[in-house]
């Protein structure tokens, strides 16, 4: 049997301003790069949105699973940016 406890408390629900525009930004493709690394490696990085440094985030074997890396980054990010709209239905009941 399983049993759900709560205590009534929550945690922030939502982020600050400059949470929210950090993830807008990172959500742009062209915000993000690829970089060939001497050891043969892909390394993603994304431009830092208030200057002109890039940071970087994964390193991969590939090409392609270096730009799969940045799809999943700007899917997962996108995800985080449409909930913040509040709870999606998914079904209901009569």
């Keep these: 049997m399983t049993f759900l406890y709560t205590s ?3 945690a922030a629900t939502q ?3 400059r949470v929210i525009d950090h993830w807008k930004h990172i959500t742009k493709k062209s915000n993000w790069r690829i970089v060939q690394l001497p050891n043969g490696f892909f390394q993603t990085e994304y431009k830092h ?6 940071i970087d985030v994964t ?3 590939t090409m392609n ?3 799969a890396a940045i799809d999943g980054s700007i ?3 996108s ?3 449409e909930f ?5 239905v998914v079904k209901t009941f009569e």
């Design 8 to 10: 009534g408390f929550r």
């Design 15 to 17: 982020p600050d301003q």
């Design 49 to 54: 949105p208030e200057d002109e440094d890039w």
């Design 59 to 61: 390193r991969r074997e």
């Design 65 to 67: 699973g270096a730009e």
């Design 75 to 77: 899917e997962h990010y």
């Design 79 to 81: 995800k985080k940016l």
């Design 84 to 88: 913040l709209k509040g709870p999606k």
